[in-house]
């Protein structure tokens, strides 16, 4: 399954105890293992369970359905927004 997650125009930490701005998959393929994390804590040992509501999550992104560049569409976009709680 592919998703597509927030990865671009992040805060980080950085090396002076302040904040940068940081983009890339390895910011945004965390987003995606901490939501599917979640949903299986709800649902323990329910793995394809936790990626159809995940699927059901997603805001379709380019051509309409799942295509090659967003998979399913965007998910965990309210973390970046700080909405997720």
């Keep these: 399954m592919v998703f597509a997650a927030p990865g671009a125009d992040l805060r980080a930490a950085d090396l002076k105890h302040g904040y940068a701005t940081v983009r890339g998959t ?9 939501l ?20 059901l999550t997603a805001r379709d992104l380019g051509p ?6 967003y998979g399913f569409g965007l998910v965990g976009d309210a973390v970046r927004t700080g909405g997720l709680k």
Aim: glycine content about 12%.
């Design 26 to 34: 390895s910011y945004a393929s965390p987003i995606v293992a901490g």
């Design 36 to 55: 599917l994390a979640r949903l299986l804590g709800q649902e323990p040992d329910r793995g394809t369970h936790a990626l159809q509501a995940l699927t």
């Design 64 to 69: 309409r359905g799942r295509d090659a560049i």
